[in-house]
């Protein structure tokens, strides 16, 4: 086998099928392990840690006592480049896919023809087959004077050795607000200048105008529906032009407009694929072509981490001709992970009633609720839910709250389950807790 693109999911695939027996090249011109451990899901949580405890210190005066409590960026920094990059060096990784019968290449790898591949000027055949994984790169839009400036993407304010005095962030999804929130936290003044209507437009409604609430009491400033005109930048930092003549100014400029695939080197023609698509498109068992199978970003199901790990696990049991389950995609958990937490699976309220689905709704604000009530600061959030009525089961629900991301899990299980809601209404649930107020978004499905 060949692998090309050793990110989580290629490296899975890549160390197991070497374990199973196979003999695997793994080719990626970065780093082996992809986004997620050395700018990704990994550092970026150590820095919300952070961010959060220093947080949670100053909550102390409302509940119990006093304190107070001054945040060290460079503490977070020397985590983050010490426990989870290893100072950017993937040495570790390489060795461990090495140790499991796999050969490494750095490299840009191009198909070349049916099994055939190019790395670095020497062709390889790869007898069994071919898995694409090449994951996606930082978008960066085309703003007048942008490309011209030393701006930001998540991979450099990973690196970061210091917080800003200020920070300007163009985007509001999620690795937007998540770092805008962070580097706030830990002692920068933010500007979030998001195009949409909204912060996190991929999600609710309800859990973009909460994020903003909360955002703006914390003392960042927040501008929505305002799409970015022009960037300059000079000694005294940046100038980002907006809307009708605004002007935000700012130490640093972070760009978190989303992500693109590129899929125009990789050879695809020689295999009947198209190399101006934006996403592959396999099939149930992750093929896109006899003896090729696609995982990852590039299939357009989802860029995270989990969705790489998902379906290489369904590949490798292909590869292997061991029967396994189908891919299927009603289910797809996301977490966002701000404070308070936003968690979703399936569909939105408006997701499903543009699929033409019998909607029913359920609400509840998780201050309402005992444990809510208890937590007191830093309890923002909510619990809604999307039923199919027809066939009264959950197609989506959102979690956003202290414990967002965990209380998902209750209500993945459900949407992937297609658990009956009369059923869900009837379970015991235990209190005081925050999924508790599950019950009450069942009980309010109107």
């Avoid at 308070?340 to 399936?346: F, K, L, N, Q």
Wanted: charged share 20%.
């Amino acid at each position: 086998m060949v692998v090309i693109g050793m990110g989580p999911g290629g490296e899975n695939v890549g160390g197991l099928l070497a374990e199973a027996g196979l003999s695997v090249l793994g080719v990626d011109a970065r780093l082996l392990g992809g986004e997620c451990p050395y700018f990704g899901c990994v550092p970026s949580k150590m820095l919300i840690r952070g961010a959060n405890a220093v947080t949670e210190a100053r909550r102390v005066p409302e509940l119990a006592g006093k304190s107070t409590v001054e945040p060290d960026f460079g503490q977070v920094a020397t985590r983050i480049r010490d426990e989870a990059t290893d100072n950017w060096d993937d040495k570790g990784a390489v060795d461990r896919f090495i140790g499991k019968g796999g050969t490494f290449v750095r490299g840009r790898a191009r198909i070349t023809g049916p099994g055939t591949v190019s790395v670095n000027g020497t062709e390889y055949t790869a007898r069994r087959g071919i898995v694409l994984n090449t994951g996606s790169d930082p978008l960066v839009p085309s703003i007048p004077g942008l490309a011209d400036t030393p701006f930001w993407t998540n991979r450099d304010a990973l690196r970061a050795e210091r917080a800003p005095e200020s920070l300007c962030v163009l985007g509001g999804g999620p690795i937007g607000v998540e770092l805008a929130q962070a580097f706030s936290r830990l002692g920068s003044t933010v500007t979030v200048i998001q195009s949409r209507p909204r912060l996190l437009p991929g999600d609710e409604p309800e859990a973009g105008d909460l994020l903003a609430e909360v955002f703006r009491a914390e003392g960042i400033t927040v501008h929505t529906g305002a799409k970015a005109r022009a960037v300059r930048h000079d000694a005294d930092g940046f100038a980002v032009e907006f809307g009708a003549g605004d002007v935000a100014r700012a130490q640093a400029l972070l760009v978190a407009t989303g992500r693109r695939t590129n899929l125009a080197d990789l050879g695809l023609e020689t295999i009947g694929l198209d190399p101006a698509a934006r996403f592959l498109d396999p099939d149930e068992q992750l093929r896109v072509a006899d003896g090729v199978w696609a995982i990852g970003d590039i299939t357009g199901k989802g860029a995270f981490t989990h969705m790489s790990m998902y379906q290489s696990a369904i590949a490798v049991r292909d590869i292997l001709g061991e029967p396994g389950q189908r891919a299927e995609y009603h289910a797809v958990p996301r977490v966002t992970f701000t404070d308070p937490e936003v968690g979703s699976v399936g569909l939105t309220e408006a997701q499903a009633r543009e699929q033409g689905l019998s909607v029913r709704v359920g609400y509840t604000p998780l201050a309402n609720s005992t444990r809510g009530w208890i937590h007191k600061a830093g309890a923002e959030g909510f619990i809604k839910i999307v039923e199919d009525a027809d066939r009264g089961v959950l197609v989506g629900a959102t979690s956003v709250g202290p414990t967002g991301g965990e209380t998902l899990s209750y209500l993945a299980v459900a949407v992937h389950g297609e658990v009956p809601t009369k059923r869900l209404a009837g379970m015991i649930f235990a209190y005081p807790t925050f999924y508790r107020a599950i019950e009450s978004a069942l009980a309010d499905l109107h």
